[in-house]
C-alpha cells in the first residue's frame, strides 16, 4: 500500500530573500535549543544555540529568536541562498541532572528558489 | 578531528537476522545520543548515554533494541531479530556534555526485507 509520511512543513522563497522557519518546542524546562540543518543524504548539521537566559542571539546570517512565555522558537537567515535548501529542525535540550535529552521537532524543508 | 564515525553506512539484511550498527564519538564527548529518522515519524532519541552510562532509554521502541557502550570511543546499537519496520536511518550523536550542541554522524540506513 502507498506509505504515508510526515508533511512536512514547506517554505518556499526566492534567492536573495530573507526566510524565518518558526518552531514551538513542548517543555517549559526545556533550558537550550539548538536549530540544525539536513541535507539530503546527511546527519544533522548545528547551525546556531541559544539558552534560555537569552532572547535573541545572532551569528552569520543568521539569527535565532526564544520566546519563552509561548514557547516558540524562530530562525531567520538573511539573504538566502540556494545552498540554504535544506530540511531545518529545532531541538530543544531537557536537562536531567546527568548530560540533557536532546528533542527534535518535526522540521520544516526550506527550497530556495534563484 | 574525524567528527563521528558510523559503520556501516548502508546496511541491507533479511528479517530474522541481527544488525549491529556502530558509532566512534568525537574524542573528548561525553554523551552519545542514538537516534532514528523515518518518514512516518521523524528524528526520534532512542537512547543516550552519559560517561559510558545508559541514562534514558525510554525512546527504545522494544526489547528487540539494545545499546551498547563498553568505553568512551565506541558504542553499539543491536536489533535481533530485526523486522522490515525497523527500517530508517539511524544516526549517532555526541556532545561535550550538558548544555552543548551534538554533532552528528552521516547515519545507517538500514533496510530489513
Known amino acids: 500500500g502507498e506509505s504515508v509520511g510526515l508533511h512536512l512543513p514547506t517554505l518556499s522563497v526566492q534567492e536573495g530573500d530573507n526566510s524565518i522557519i518558526n518552531c514551538a518546542y513542548s517543555?517549559?524546562?526545556?533550558?537550550?535549543f539548538i536549530w540544525y540543518k539536513q541535507e539530503s543524504g546527511k546527519g544533522p548539521q548545528f547551525i546556531i544555540d541559544?539558552?534560555?537566559?537569552?532572547d535573541k542571539r545572532q551569528g552569520q546570517r543568521v539569527t535565532v529568536l526564544l520566546n519563552k512565555t509561548v514557547k516558540h522558537l524562530s530562525l531567520q537567515i538573511a539573504a538566502t541562498q540556494p545552498g540554504d535548501s535544506a530540511v531545518y529542525f529545532c531541538?530543544?535540550?531537557?536537562?536531567?541532572?546527568?548530560?540533557?535529552?536532546?528533542?527534535f521537532g518535526q522540521g520544516t524543508e526550506l527550497s530556495v528558489k534563484p | 578531528d574525524a567528527g563521528v564515525i558510523q559503520s556501516p553506512r548502508h546496511e541491507v539484511t533479511e528479517m530474522g537476522q541481527e544488525v549491529t550498527l556502530r558509532c566512534k564519538p568525537i574524542?573528548?564527548?561525553?554523551?552519545l545520543f542514538w537516534y532514528r529518522q523515518t518518514m512516518m515519524r521523524g528524528l526520534e532519541l532512542l537512547i543516550y548515554f552519559n560517561n559510558n552510562v545508559p541514562i534514558d532509554d525510554s525512546g527504545m521502541p522494544e526489547d528487540r533494541f539494545s545499546a551498547k557502550m563498553p568505553n568512551a570511543s565506541f558504542s553499539t546499537l543491536k536489533i535481533q531479530p530485526s523486522e522490515p519496520r525497523d527500517s530508517a536511518v539511524y544516526f549517532c550523536?555526541?556532545?561535550?556534555?550538558?548544555?552543548?550542541?551534538?554533532?552528528f554522524g552521516q547515519g545507517t540506513r538500514l533496510t530489513v526485507v
Open positions: 531541538a530543544e535540550n531537557l536537562s536531567l541532572g546527568q548530560g540533557g535529552k536532546l528533542i
Open positions: 517543555n517549559s524546562a526545556s533550558d537550550y
Open positions: 550523536a555526541s556532545s561535550l556534555g550538558l548544555n552543548t550542541e551534538a554533532f
Open positions: 541559544i539558552r534560555s537566559n537569552m
Open positions: 574524542s573528548g564527548h561525553n554523551s
